[in-house]
């Protein structure tokens, strides 16, 4: 990307100075669900760093004998996980020459809109990168996700794997690189599939006419296509199935829009900023897919 400030004649700007053709447009931003799928709690004003608790359970109860005394205690007993806060932010500098110049677009909108954009993917990216943190992980490398992978990773989760927090708590979300989904889908549709059988002339047909409409489920389970789930250089990525409770944001403000003049630089300085920090909550409500992800064309 360009970085530094725009000029009337940078980065091709000066380009729609001599006619005015048409409006420029947007660059189309990926999809990016993922801050939405889990936790997020907002840090009071006057704290630092923030810890997000959850209670674990008691032991079973005891069978009691009549006239002996229940001599053992529960003592409660909480999940702390510590999370600090950090500051993110972005700016864009806009020259008064370049605002009089460009008169085909209000300038100003438009820097807002993208620096919002670049704000909301830095926030997906980094709960993206909260999904390599799960212990329990399905698929491998070079390998396709097929739903076999899928079923078993969501009977994992309603598994009672943690005597202390139990088993992941529903709804239960997918967030996968397209070419996840595909996988998925190629194994409820082709007909040389397992599939055939029980879906050749419903849900199957079904899937084929539409494709995918972004957020469709299987299993009981919402898929979400995350756009910013990136592909390693061996064509693989990492996608996860997990509870809500899995992950966890703070939040320590609302986006904070700064805009400044400097009158020597004959320019305004747009800025954009925001302060939150995630991580990990319980681990075993959440599963990483990590598979191939190789173009299909």
């Known amino acids: 990307m360009a970085t530094g400030i725009s000029i009337s004649s940078t980065s091709n700007l000066d380009s729609g100075q001599k006619i005015l053709v048409a409006k420029a447009r947007d660059a189309f931003e990926p999809a990016a669900p993922d801050p939405d799928l889990i936790d997020v709690e907002r840090i009071p004003q006057g704290h630092k760093q923030w810890d997000m608790s959850r209670y674990a359970r008691l032991s079973d109860a005891s069978a009691l004998t009549e006239g002996v005394d229940l001599a053992q205690a529960e003592q409660l007993v909480t999940n702390s996980v510590t999370i600090t806060p950090s500051e993110h932010g972005i700016l864009a500098i806009i020259s008064k020459?370049?605002?009089?110049?460009?008169?085909?677009?209000?300038?100003?909108?438009?820097?807002?809109?993208?620096?919002?954009n670049s704000l909301r993917r830095r926030m997906?990216?980094?709960v993206i990168a909260l999904y390599d943190g799960f212990s329990k992980s399905v698929v491998g490398a070079g390998t396709a996700l097929d739903i076999t992978y899928f079923r078993?990773?969501?009977?994992?989760?309603?598994?009672?794997?943690s005597s202390s927090y139990g088993p992941a708590p529903l709804p239960l979300h997918a967030a996968l690189h397209i070419e996840q989904i595909s996988d998925i889908m190629l194994d409820l549709t082709d007909q040389g599939s397992?599939?055939?059988?029980?879906?050749?002339s419903g849900l199957s047909e079904d899937l084929?006419?539409?494709?995918?409409?972004?957020?469709?489920r299987l299993y009981g389970?919402?898929?979400?296509?995350?756009?910013?789930?990136?592909?390693?250089g061996s064509d693989d990525s990492k996608g996860a199935i997990f509870s809500k409770g899995a992950l966890g944001m703070v939040m320590a403000n609302d986006a904070e829009v700064t805009r400044d003049?400097?009158?020597?630089?004959?320019a305004e300085e747009i800025g954009i900023f925001q302060e939150w920090g995630e991580g990990e909550l319980v681990d075993n409500w959440g599963v990483e897919v990590y598979s191939d992800t190789a173009a299909t064309v």
Request: charged share 25%; no cysteine; proline share 0%.
């Open 97 to 116: 020459r370049l605002q009089r110049r460009q008169g085909d677009s209000n300038v100003y909108a438009k820097t807002g809109t993208l620096l919002g």
């Open 124 to 126: 997906a990216k980094d």
């Open 152 to 161: 078993g990773s969501v009977a994992y989760l309603l598994t009672d794997n």
């Open 194 to 200: 397992a599939a055939t059988g029980a879906f050749s």
């Open 208 to 216: 084929v006419k539409r494709w995918w409409r972004g957020s469709d």
């Open 221 to 232: 389970v919402q898929i979400y296509h995350s756009g910013l789930i990136e592909r390693d």
């Open 261 to 266: 003049t400097d009158h020597s630089l004959r």
